[in-house]
């Protein structure tokens, strides 16, 4: 496959997502980002923002078995994972595995924060380590595998927030912004006006997605702008003005990563610094804890993360 023929696939996947989702072309490439590079994504912006929407549009454009879990604080483990059942045959009683929704290729977790924390360990699992256990049995999911999931920044109220261990699982935290203007008038005139229903057509199936992985990962990067991404996360550990516990090397390597995977989507054959500085806000964002002497400057993450970019 060549650079030309990716980058017109990268191209016809957005034309088609923008049939669907208006605006949000920075949300759409780093959801793109995280298919690419193999790793999950965790989506956070008010309610009505199309999240949801997004993540479903891309499973159908990815020909892709897509499931969604909509988390409760009722819903248990075996929800997602699946149970045994009873079933009988010619007079004898046998278990059977039913699988659950999580044996998809794409899972939207909506509201990931809503569920107890033993369910999302139920789901933390399936993503660390690509397999479920239901008591005694493993069973490996199919892949390629992908949670995206989503969370809404207010009601707090009975939420269960995911510990820092477990949302540095998710290799991106993409924020959606409101719509500009103009996008918001669109909306309006797409969904308010008239509901034409619209035809996607799938661009990639699973074999070339797979494809498409090996090859980001091929993607030259020169040694100085390696250096570059590594001195970004470590500078994190050595700010304790700003920031309390910085991020591991596993944001490291999630940002060169990640890096490689917008070069590519952006129709380049190397790494620049600007796919760095671009992909470190969503690589960074959930791995920082901030200290009060930032938060006292009325400091969020993504200025800490635009002071370490300095």
Known sequence: MKLEETKKTFDHIMNEMGKVVVGQEEVLKQMLVSLLTNSHAMLEGYPGLAKTLAVRTMSQ???????????????????????????????????????????????????????????????????????????????????????????????QEGTYPLPEAQTDRFLLKIKTEYPKPDEELEIVNRYAVEQKPIKLKSVLNKNSLLFLQQIVRQVP??????????????????????????????????????????????????????????????VLRHRLILSFEAERQNMDVDDVIKTLLK
Request: overall charge positive.
């Open 61 to 155: 454009l990815m020909d892709l078995k897509f499931s969604r879990i909509q988390n409760t604080p009722d819903l248990m483990p075996s929800d997602i994972t699946g149970t045994y059942i009873i079933e009988e045959s010619s007079g004898k009683r046998n278990f059977k595995f039913q699988p659950g929704p999580i044996f998809a290729n794409i899972v939207l977790a909506d509201e990931i924060n809503r569920a107890t924390p033993k369910t999302q360990s139920a789901l933390l699992e399936a993503m660390q380590e690509k397999q479920v256990t239901v008591g005694n049995s493993t069973f490996e999911l199919e892949q390629p595998f992908f949670v995206l999931a989503t969370q809404n920044p207010i009601e």
């Open 221 to 282: 990067i020169s040694s100085d702008i390696k250096k570059y991404a590594v001195n970004v996360v470590t500078s994190s550990r050595n700010k304790k003005n700003l920031v309390e516990y910085g991020a591991s090397p596993r944001a490291s390597i999630g940002l060169v990563l990640a890096a490689k995977a917008r070069a590519l989507l952006e129709g380049r054959k190397f790494v620049s610094k600007q796919d760095i500085q671009s992909m470190a806000f969503p």
